[in-house]
């Protein structure tokens, strides 16, 4: 999957639910949202030891994947210059719930909830929705 950026395409990785869904019970219950946070394939590694030197974690996040917006939309009808942003979506694991909390604001973190509680959850496309509603119910 790709998104555009200022210096032009960017592979990313693409959302994937399969190992939450093979994983649902051993304890990644928070699903969380990084908007306008690209990630590489090549990165998770990456991405892995740099939540844990951020956050303090003890558990790996689990990584959904990037998701790419669509227009928001004003009387079904789209918003110029909107949509587009490539949002970033991992799983918290609950005994790391405490730690991440407070400090994941500072980078503009949201938990899914949050997202769907502020019906901002509509920015994302229908496939992705539908595929986040089996194995994430809100």
């Known amino acids: 999957m790709k998104a555009m950026t200022q210096n032009g395409e960017m592979e990313v990785i693409p959302y994937d639910f399969s190992e939450w869904k093979e994983n649902d019970d ?9 908007p306008s ?57 609950n005994d790391d719930i405490g730690r991440f909390a407070v400090p994941r604001l500072q980078y503009g973190i949201s938990w899914w909830e949050d997202v769907v509680g502020n019906k901002r959850h509509k920015i994302y496309p229908s496939s992705f929705l539908s595929e986040a509603k089996e194995v994430y119910s809100w």
Do not use: S
């Open 26 to 34: 051993d304890g990644y219950t928070q699903m969380c949202v990084w």
């Open 37 to 93: 946070t690209i990630v590489e394939p090549c990165d998770e590694e990456k991405v892995q030891e740099w939540f844990t030197e951020a956050f303090g974690l003890k558990n790996p996040v689990h990584i959904v994947g990037c998701v790419i917006t669509q227009p928001d939309k004003v009387n079904g009808e789209p918003v110029p210059d909107t949509g587009g942003r490539c949002d970033f979506l991992f799983f918290v694991h």
